[in-house]
Each structure stands twice: as structure tokens, then as C-alpha cells.
């Protein structure tokens, strides 16, 4: 059972700032990485940034600067800074989590949890 929980968000005007966070309610000692997808309506889901239990981050070109993510293994939390925000940044955004399942016979996969997603809106 995995859960993941959204918080954060809201309407903020061209410029601002908003914190999301995404707290994992589960079983699964360490997930391979969390992070964080938008979609935006009639727009396919996105990646926004992601981080490894190791630390490596990955930004989409687009909030490369502006987006800050950062993690809690132990919380087994996810936290996404975003500053400077723009219209085109107003979107649903979702919590992702996945594990990476390993197996000895056969092929191993990722298992990939997700929130229900969060409103960010940036608008005047």
C-alpha cells in the first residue's frame, strides 16, 4: 500500500513563489526516486524534476533556475521550491514515487505510485 500526499499550492501571481510537498505514507523502505509531473489542460504530463536516493537531481529545461527540489528519505517526503513563477507554470502537479522492484528470475520493473495531484496557478 502506498499513498502519497500532496500539500502546498494555490493561486500566486506572476513572480511569486509556492512550496509543494509530498509526504509517502507506505511500507517501502526507500523508494528509487520521487519527484514531481504537471500536467497542464489538453497537455500531455510532464516531467518538472525528479531526485534519486542518492541525491541526482533532473529539471525539465524549463524550470532549470526557478525550481529547487529537494528530499527527506527518512520523512520519505518530497519537496518542490518554485520560484519566479510564470503563466505557463500553472498546471496540476503530481507527487511521483518509484521503486524499483529487482528480481532474480526473470525481469525486474519500477513500480510507480502517484498522488492525485495538487492546483498551481499563476495568474494577475
Known amino acids: 500500500q502506498v499513498q502519497l500526499m500532496e500539500s502546498g499550492g494555490g493561486l500566486v501571481q506572476p513572480g511569486g513563489s509556492l512550496n509543494l510537498s509530498c509526504a509517502a505514507s507506505?511500507?517501502?523502505?526507500?523508494?528509487?526516486?520521487m519527484g514531481w509531473y504537471r500536467q497542464a489542460p489538453d497537455k500531455q504530463r510532464e516531467l518538472v524534476a525528479t531526485?534519486?536516493?542518492?541525491?541526482?537531481?533532473d529539471y525539465a529545461d524549463s524550470v532549470k533556475g526557478r525550481f529547487t527540489i529537494s528530499g527527506d528519505s527518512a520523512k520519505k517526503t518530497v519537496y518542490l521550491q518554485m520560484k519566479s513563477l510564470r503563466p505557463e507554470d500553472t498546471a496540476v502537479y503530481y507527487c511521483?514515487?518509484?521503486?524499483?522492484?529487482?528480481?532474480?528470475?526473470?525481469?525486474?520493473?519500477?513500480?510507480?505510485?502517484w498522488g492525485q495531484g495538487i492546483q498551481v496557478s499563476v495568474s494577475s
Open positions: 511521483n514515487a518509484r521503486y524499483r522492484v529487482r528480481a532474480l528470475v526473470g525481469p525486474g520493473h519500477d513500480d510507480d505510485y
Open positions: 507506505t511500507n517501502i523502505f526507500k523508494f528509487n526516486a
Open positions: 531526485i534519486t536516493s542518492s541525491g541526482r537531481t
